[in-house]
């Protein structure tokens, strides 16, 4: 709970500063929408989309649900084989769930900053909301 409140709180924040302009990377001009919430310089890392996947795997339910099938068997080769095949497979889903996303987002276009401004801010508000809400009902 305090994990999505505390997300919730940062995507707020970075959502109400988003902003969009064209400039360059690597010498290549573009125009798009991103926040200055850490410098006012356009240097900044993509570190973020790596960390909420690292937050998502510790936090999922993957670690309550494969032991069950390994306790199932007393071939270590079975149970490792089971493993491998289970991180493969949910890195595959993730990867196929990101791609997609992805495309239906470079297929919006260039929205405008009001409209990313408030899904972002309706996004972290539910993220905060969810997050206060779990542990009263748990």
Not at 14 to 29: P, T, W
Not at 88 to 114: D, E, K, N, Q, Y
Request: hydrophobic content about 55%; charged content about 10%; cysteine-free.
């Amino acid at each position: 709970g305090v994990t999505l409140v505390a997300l919730g709180l940062a995507a707020l924040v970075r959502a109400l500063r988003v902003h969009g302009h064209r400039h360059e990377h690597d010498g290549v001009a573009h125009w798009h929408l991103h926040s200055h919430r850490r410098s006012e310089t356009h240097d900044h890392a993509h570190h973020a989309a790596l960390g909420m996947g690292m937050l998502h795997g510790l936090a999922g339910t993957g670690a309550l649900v494969m032991p069950l099938p390994l306790a199932a068997t007393e071939s270590a080769p079975v149970a490792l084989g089971s493993l491998v095949a289970f991180g493969i497979g949910t890195t595959l889903a993730m990867a196929a769930f990101g791609v997609a996303a992805g495309w239906m987002v470079r297929g919006a276009g260039h929205p405008s900053p009001a409209v990313v401004r408030a899904t972002s801010s309706v996004a972290a508000l539910a993220s905060g909301f969810v997050g206060a809400w779990w542990p009263i009902v748990a």
